[in-house]
């Protein structure tokens, strides 16, 4: 009785539904440290958890309801709802279900919690260690795009790509910083436009702007923070999260491993990164839109800059999504 208090009580969540996506990386992390065995569950439990992710059910879980310091406990009570046969999930094709009339179709029959259990299933980080391993995986993506379109950037704004230079970022051995550089030189090597641009007689400009001249150092900061984050992310991923946890030699110990600093920093220093470096690329776009900077294109790069408005509201809309 004990157990199905907990859950319920803690079932709490509000707010709008977080991503399916999310969900299921949340019980797959909980079924990895419920497999360790330091949890005390058993392992018919377990099963039902298991056949739960396998057949695409999905729980109900809401934007608010945990906090850090204690762990994912209102998202996982969520979980365990449904397995109790309780509360609501979707379907796999996304259709929302009674979790006892989805289970019973699932052919997945409904866990009466067990001393111990409850608690088994709620505590731990999962849920933001989820959405730190996919935010790193997107990320890695992204800063990749970045350096791309970065170069892209320096030719379609007639910039140097001197700067990129293997032997000056040498002298600055940041190892994210030389990745990106070593990126914007592979795209601007057969450059037809940066080659037109070489006589220092025609190209009087001493140096381009930060958002051009600095994009390596500001995505190769990104590219490190990232490599921290995924240390971090490793680290936790073999963790085994619970409190009380049974130890390696059969003892049944309280514990504060369900704090979620570690986590929670690098996800607040992955937010940083990400933002300055969105803002320098929303920063390239707004040159490439001013006529008195964009080195003699249209202004707003609109067709008939008296009748078009061009990407004017683009760059509005990318500058809001920054500053948020």
Not at 62 to 77: I, T
Not at 119 to 131: K, R
Not at 284 to 302: E, I, P, Q, S, V
């Amino acid at each position: 009785q004990l157990q199905r208090s907990l859950i319920r009580s803690h079932a709490a969540g509000s707010g709008a539904e977080v991503e399916r996506e999310v969900v299921r990386a949340l019980m797959l992390l909980r079924i990895q440290t419920l497999a360790t065995g330091r949890t005390g569950i058993r392992e018919e439990t377990l099963r039902a958890y298991v056949a739960m992710l396998n057949a695409g059910i999905t729980p109900v879980v809401r934007e608010y309801g945990s906090l850090g310091c204690s762990g994912d406990l209102a998202p996982l009570s969520h979980c365990a709802l449904a397995l109790m046969g309780e509360g609501w999930l979707r379907d796999a094709s996304g259709e929302l279900l009674a979790a006892g009339d989805a289970l019973a179709t699932a052919g997945i029959t409904p866990v009466e919690l067990r001393e111990k259990e409850g608690l088994a299933l709620i505590n731990g980080t999962d849920g933001m260690l989820g959405m730190l391993c996919m935010a790193i995986t997107d990320l890695r993506a992204l800063v990749t795009i970045a350096d791309l379109a970065a170069a892209m950037s320096v030719e379609g704004l007639l910039g140097t790509d001197d700067v990129f230079a293997a032997d000056l970022h040498a002298l600055r051995p940041q190892p994210g910083q030389a990745l990106s550089a070593a990126n914007m030189r592979k795209v601007l090597a057969v450059s037809g436009i940066r080659d037109s641009h070489r006589d220092p007689e025609a190209c009087t400009r001493v140096q381009d702007a930060y958002s051009l001249r600095c994009a390596p150092q500001v995505a190769g900061a990104v590219r490190d923070t990232l490599d921290h984050a995924a240390r971090v992310a490793g680290w936790e991923l073999a963790s085994a999260v619970d409190n009380p946890v049974v130890t390696l030699d059969d003892r049944v110990e309280s514990n504060g491993n369900f704090h979620g600093a570690p986590v929670a920093y690098v996800l607040d220093f992955l937010a940083i990164a990400a933002a300055d470096l969105a803002s320098m690329s929303e920063r390239r776009t707004d040159r490439f839109l001013d006529k008195a900077r964009n080195h003699g294109l249209n202004a707003f790069l609109a067709d008939d800059p008296g009748v078009d408005s061009g990407h004017m509201i683009a760059q509005y809309t990318q500058a809001a999504i920054v500053s948020e």
